[in-house]
């Protein structure tokens, strides 16, 4: 079952954006749930994450900028954005990831890939 982004756009440079991953209560439950982004000729790279106690990863190159909760009773993982700059522009992702403590940052450790959200930061 594929994971739904929704909540991308066009925002201005040190603005805000939150995104919304709807999961199933069963997965969110289970699994750890990653978010990835890809920009235009770039692979796909993580962004952070969290896994079933609730306990969240971030990659270096979005700490501090950018939040990641999740909300069971309405089966949705959120990442909330701030201090957006035009590096920030990429297609994002959530997915499923394993019934695991760890949250790994691979996306071979990932499933349930969805078309994803754009996200474009201008200048």
């Known amino acids: 079952v594929q994971l739904q982004v929704s909540g991308g756009g066009l925002v201005q440079s040190g603005g805000s954006l939150r995104l919304s991953c709807a999961a199933s209560e069963r997965t969110l439950s289970r699994n750890s749930i990653g978010w990835f982004r890809q920009a235009p000729g770039k692979e796909r790279e993580f962004v952070g994450g969290v896994n079933w106690r609730g306990r969240t990863y971030y990659a270096k190159i979005v700490e501090g900028r950018f939040t990641i909760s999740r909300d069971i009773s309405k089966r949705t993982v959120y990442l909330e954005m701030s201090s957006l700059n035009p590096e920030d522009t990429a297609v994002y992702y959530c997915?499923?990831?394993?019934?695991?403590?760890?949250?790994?940052?691979?996306?071979?450790?990932?499933?349930?890939w969805g078309r994803g959200t754009l996200v474009t930061v201008s200048s």
């Open positions: 997915a499923r990831g394993p019934a695991t403590e760890v949250i790994y940052g691979a996306t071979r450790y990932y499933s349930g």
